[in-house]
Nanobody
Framework: VQLVESGGGLVQPGGSLRLSCAAS????????MSWHRQAPGKGRELVAS????????NYADSVKGRFTISRDNAKNTVYLQMNSLKPEDTAVYIC??????????WGQGTQVTVSS
């Protein structure tokens, strides 16, 4: 099982980034996918989630209206489009896969830094 994130980097406040998480080794289309983030000295928090068929999404209040989660089950990939980035969005962004409470997989994360 692998979850490999990409797309992170350094961006100025107000800028945009698109994160990708490529999955392999499990039946991607059956899993709820989510993005989490962890800033230095803080706990891990849920940013956004999307159900297996993509019919329902959920967002943290802090990112509503700015971030969009989506998935392509044909490509086994989940995305996080991040717009209007703020310095407080700086964190390691981590992809997670869940099949009810039976199976959970985490990626290694990709660093996002928002700074001028």
């Amino acid at each position: 099982v692998q979850l490999v994130e990409s797309g992170g980097g350094l961006v100025q406040p107000g800028g945009s980034l698109r994160l990708s998480c490529a999955a392999s080794g499990f039946t991607f289309s059956s899993y709820t996918m989510s993005w989490h983030r962890q800033a230095p000295g803080k706990g891990r928090e849920l940013v956004a989630s999307i159900t297996s068929a993509g019919g329902s999404t959920n967002y943290a209040d802090s990112v509503k209206g700015r971030f969009t989660i989506s998935r392509d089950n044909a490509k086994n990939t989940v995305y996080l489009q991040m717009n209007s980035l703020k310095p407080e969005d700086t964190a390691v962004y981590i992809c997670k896969a869940d099949l009810f409470t039976q199976y959970t997989y985490w990626g290694q994360g990709t660093q996002v830094t928002v700074s001028s």
